[in-house]
């Protein structure tokens, strides 16, 4: 029996997408323009791309950590720690020009993250503690670690090198685009070329009958939290470059909840199992239209906060059973979850 | 031999001690009962936002959207003061009704639609912060007489120190609260579904009603702390309390209350908002660090807190039935 | 055990139809106030389906239930309790972080001018527990901090205090050592005096003689009959449950499996045991070799395979594997040394919902090989073609998602995920459970064919034609202990009906 196109994962999302771009393109149609100038390419679908990097790169990350039934709420403040710690040991070399010195700060920035990564999957894979609450510890304590390596100061750093991260061009293109290309890439061939993609997707699927099949759950986990926490990295690495400087406190600022925004809406349940890189790629890809197109239709664009939480809602209402079947009915009725909660046997 | 169940209160009822002590040794002039009152004064929005979010957490639940609600709450109240001319005797009941109802809603979704406590309340998070742009992007100045006499105002106490009302409003937050979890079947029925749903629901206990109601006390307790901020901020503003949500859980958690439902007091809150504010105090009469150590150091004590817990719910799993 | 002529519950011609299924056929039902009556079957006879019914779970389809009196239709389990009938199930569904007087009174809890007062209920509570039970208890400690068997007496107390005149226990002695049942009994003992009427449901042979006046045999969703336990001798019991009658039994001709012939076997079991799951038993199981092991539901098979596999771990003994002592703590420990479990329970334990009948059958193997040597998808896809014909798995496309195929069907996937590991020892806890007539010959030949070519079995099914089949000798398991082991001749339907009725 094939999935009627209707039914296909990937299909929602894009088509909300295309929606927003068709009421871009009644509504403003030099949202699609884009010129050519001095070697680079911008416009409006541009900026997207550009700007949304970072969510995408994150959402990436955080897609394999939501799949295993987890989540990782500190990815914000890993954004802000890993632009401070570039900065950081830019503004302290000798020559911040030397590409030498910007190689060894991001090395140093992405370890940190990975570090700080590994620190959650054991939280959560040794230690056995609710991921939810593991990765609250560092939300909160991070933006500390990020202040203290800034010293409470927003450093600032002039090193062509590292600026080209966040805004260099390669080929037309900003430079960043290319990262979420690698990271994406890189996180498809992972997951789908190795097996480690349909372990991922059994452990949050069915993480008993995985154990008795033999599959190293707490190995896996504890490469998911670190992946997600590279991506973070990278992304905060993209942002601070992007202003060459670090701001410990306002970096990554609710990163996490557009992330997992993202991957609610590119199809990947928050209960874990089947996951969509692609999806949640379309997710922050809608996630940074709607940003922009509000920004275009002259809306202020607070209001993006307004229209986030009801996609929210609408994605979540929309994958809950219970709401489902309510509709189908034309009434909330009492939770199935209180017939079924009566034990039977035999 | 203490009861177990009450070591969790202890050793955070310890560790304020602790530290006020430490800073006594050390600072001079720390010691003194004024210091301790602007713990109170400097911290009343958050321990009363704090009590909701205990009760929330109590029940097996999460509301993140109480720092919005906060800034909804000031950013209403400053323009139906400021903009619209209304009296404070319609806008404070007024607010306090839009939490109220706000928290209800999301009760409701999270029971009925049986949808995440922590995705709805960030749906909720987003849209009163959102509407809170949508009155104004700028600050609205609050320039009642009203508030003004509240935000001076000083009860002074036998001893020379002295506190604000809204320190009083606080207090009585506090005991109201500690009298619902403890005297009444709302406080009990809240306590038995964070122990288990699924057994309150075969019990026979109003799961429903309870948990819209809880989250209904959490936006009310929400839109109270937004009245008492505006007292001390005298503004409404897009901005404000942004991580709130963020300290009233730390606060809980460092509290003794169980991230995981069922087990803890409104009083260990209490202190909990009282070992941030000793921190901030600390920090403050340090002079020489920046006030981010405070969150790494609140960071570092969630973690040993839910460590503790862990390791406390591990050795009492043991006994509990397969 | 008192006599009344009137019955306090009667349930007559109880039908109830699921999608596919008839779980319960013209079923009656009684009870007697002041009795302790069993209800008893085996997989699928029908018995939570009726209690379901009289809780209020389930809509009755047809017949009538009379209680007290008068006619009864709960439409809720709160209907019912308020009623006077309760139930105190297996996973004691109370709230562990409460106190034991709240546990008990909670949402009725006593009040003075408005406010809850403590002092009272937990007087109240300790009378209950003294008087009505006969125990007596801390009852301000949390419910959490007092063993599984204090903390049933505790449900059972809350069901009295909303005075119940029919308790239910469901599984009661599951979890229970020996004293703890004792006390259990005696506190039935000491409400049947009172007048309650209990109903027991248990599968524990020894203690349906020990406590229970009556006993109820339900099989296939069908009455098979209400007896005097005095008057009912064991092994009929069992026959009862297991459906056959003595004289058919004993002459159906067994085919004569391989023997070990002397080599060393490849596993050992030396005194392997878990609290809560099996008692310490011996067992070996050598190549070429097929293990049965027989008994009735809950008798401590499924457990003695997990620990066998290293799915619990267990508390006392020693096994040894081809010659080497092994402690195995994890599935992945068991499987390395060349084990395989296909579970019975293949919702929570087999399948992996979201993914594809493919996926599902080379995950152990792959999982094996670890995460970079991934099986081709040409290599995964003859695999799949070549066990779906085998098996004869429906629908035939290995795309599927393994959720949409019918129960029978996922049963044949997990199996096909372990054969393909062609292990050293396959442990097959229950391979036939819903699966059509020809299918489950075919797997038997399968099992006795894998046998033949060297891979050691051990063989667990409530159907004893299929043990009997295939074993080559057969462990015979009764109350969670292994009671006798068979050979040869011995492995009969007389014999292993015997050796599980015992007594």
Redesign the interface.
Known sequence: MKTRWWNKPLFWPLAALGILFLLNLLLKPEFFAIRYQSGHLYGSLIDILNFGSPLAIVAVGMTLVIATRG?DLSVGSLVAIAGAMACLTISRGNDQQSLGLVLSAVLLALAVSVVLGLWNGLLVAG????P???T??????????A??IT??QIITVTSKPYNYIGAGWLLTLPFSVYLVAAVFLFAAWMTRRTSLGMFIESIGCNPTASRLAGIRSRSILLAVYMFCALCAGIAGLITSSNVSSAD??NAGLWIE?DA?LAV?IGGTS?AGGRFSLAGTLVGALLIQTLTTTIYMLGV?P?????????V??AV??IQ????RR?VARGL???????RQ??SGHG | MVD??YIPLLVTIGLFILMFLAGSLRYPGFLSAQVFMNLLIDNAFLLIVAVGMTFVILSGG?DLSVGSMVALTTMLSASLISQAGWPPAIVIPLVLAVGTLFGWLMGA?I??????P???T??????A??????IS?DTITINHAFYTKMALSKIRLPGGSFISISVAIALLVVLLAA?LA????FG??T??I???E???????????RTKMLVYAFSGFCSALGGVVFTFYMLSGY?LHAVGLE?DA??AVVIGGTL??G??GYVIGTFFGVLIQGVIQTIITFEGTL?S?????????L??LF??LQ?IFT?R?AR???? | MSENNRPILQMTGIHKRFPGVHALDGVDFRMFAGEVHALMGENGAGKSTLIKMLTGVYAIDEGEVEWEGRPFHPRS??EA?QAGISTV?Q????????SVA?NIF??R?PRKFG??SWKAMNRAAEALLEERLNVKLDVTR?L?????AV?QLVAIA?ALSISARLLILDEPTS?LDRDEVNRLFEVMRHLKRQGLAILFVTHFLDQVYEVSDRITILRNGRLVGEYRTGELPRVELVQKMIGKDLDVLGSMPKRSAPSAGGQRPFLQAAGLGRK?GVEPFDLSIGGGEIVGLAGLLGSGRTETARLLFGADRADEGKMRIEGRETRLDSPRKAIDRGIAFCSENRKTEGIIEDLTVRENIILALQAHRGWFRTLSRRRQEEIADEYIKALGIRPDDPEQLIRNLSGGNQQKVILARWLLMNPKLLILDEPTRGIDVGAKAEIQKLVLSLSEEGMAVLFISSELEEVIRVSSRVAVLRDRRHVRHLTGDEIRQSTIMQAIAGG
């Open positions: 989540i230690a056995g503690i609710q939810i609450i593991a609250l510890i560092l939300m909160v304590a991070g933006r500390g670690i202040q203290l010293s409470g410990g406190n909840l997992i609610v928050l202020p607070e209001i993006t906060l307004v229209v986030k939480a009801i929210v809602m979540c209402l809950s059973p219970s709401f309510s909330p009725r009492r939770p199935i979850a209180s909660e009566v | 177990r169940k999460i979704i029971h009925y639609f049986q949808i995440q922590f995705i709805v960030l749906a909720g998070m987003f849209l912060r959102g509407l809170c742009y949508v992007i009298y403890h005297f009444t079947r009990r029925n306590y038995a964070g122990g288990s699924s057994s309150a629901v075969l019990m026979g206990l109003p799961v429903a897009g963020l859980i730390a991230l995981t069922g087990s920046s981010w150590w405070t969150k790494m150091v609140i960071g570092l969630l973690f839910i460590l862990r591990a009492s006994s509990r039935p397969a | 389990p709160l309790q199930y996973e004691i569904n109370l709230c562990p972080n409460l709240e909670i949402g809890e406010r809850i949390p959490e901090s007092y063993s599984v903390q809350r979890s809560g």
